[in-house]
């Protein structure tokens, strides 16, 4: 209750009254000594400091989440609450560009997911596929120039969660230039985190046709592999067992 009603206040951007009732929440779960209790209540503390633009408290607060949820070795109930735990420090990371620590908390964040069949699944593993490709020696360069342009908005806005303009203007860049992994990767990622799964699919096999298929055919691969876990994770068994084949 003293968790939620913090979450209240961070929502209307009341940090120091959210702030009061996350401290009592804490207190309630450490005297219970029950470590999924307390990484819990940490968990959506750090939840509370992103909402408030409180980067360095929400990487502490999710850190400490870690730690106790760590140490009962993801008994199942609290599987969800150390997913999110390393999601948020992900998102933390992103956004002060540290993207080793982006990538490094996603793939903890994905074993765990695949376990239980997460609702967050497709996102993360999205997610790890758009940070490998930012951390990649050799970045692939776009090579039209209005195209990487229009890409570099459409991220910024998905990083602030504005998915819809984020959609609008990563279209218009893979209308400009319909080979480049970084703007098919950013593509489905937004249509992921809309829910619109079969539009991620649509794209995934619009961008292998686009594709040469004596020169690329790792690309395409990986392309067939994508779909097949668009399918899968949506239930649809036979035909992701169609493109895993």
């Known amino acids: 209750v003293y968790a939620g009603l913090g979450e209240c206040f961070g929502q209307i951007g009341d940090k120091e009254q959210g702030e009061k009732y996350f401290q009592q929440a804490l207190k309630e779960a450490g005297d219970t000594k029950d470590e999924g209790a307390i990484g819990y209540i940490y968990m959506r503390l750090g939840g509370f400091y992103s909402r408030v633009n409180d980067s360095s408290k929400s990487i502490d607060a999710y850190k400490k989440s870690v730690e106790a949820l760590e140490k009962i070795n993801y008994v199942t109930r609290n599987n969800s ?17 540290n ?5 490094l908390y996603y793939k903890k964040a994905l074993p765990i997911a695949e376990k239980i069949n997460s609702p967050l699944l497709n996102s993360i ?9 930012e951390n990649e020696e050799k970045k692939e360069e776009i090579k039209n120039k209005e195209a990487g342009a229009l890409y570099k908005q459409a991220s910024a806005l998905y990083f602030n969660r504005e998915y819809e303009k984020a959609l609008q203007i990563a279209r218009e860049a893979y209308q400009k230039e ?27 096999l619009d961008y292998i046709k686009n594709l040469n298929k004596g020169e690329d055919v790792i ?18 068994l036979d035909k992701s067992k169609e493109y895993y084949d």
Do not use: M, W
């Open 219 to 236: 690309k395409i691969i990986d392309q067939y592999s994508l779909v097949g876990d668009e399918y899968y994770h949506t239930g649809r």
């Open 125 to 133: 593993k999205s997610n790890i596929f758009f940070a490998e490709k």
């Open 81 to 97: 609450a150390l997913i999110a735990a390393y999601v948020g420090l992900a998102e933390n990371y992103r956004r002060e560009q």
């Open 178 to 204: 319909s080979t480049s992994d970084k703007i098919i990767g950013l593509l489905c990622l937004i249509y992921e985190n809309l829910g619109r799964f079969d539009d991620a699919i649509a794209t995934h």
């Open 99 to 103: 993207k080793p620590e982006v990538l």
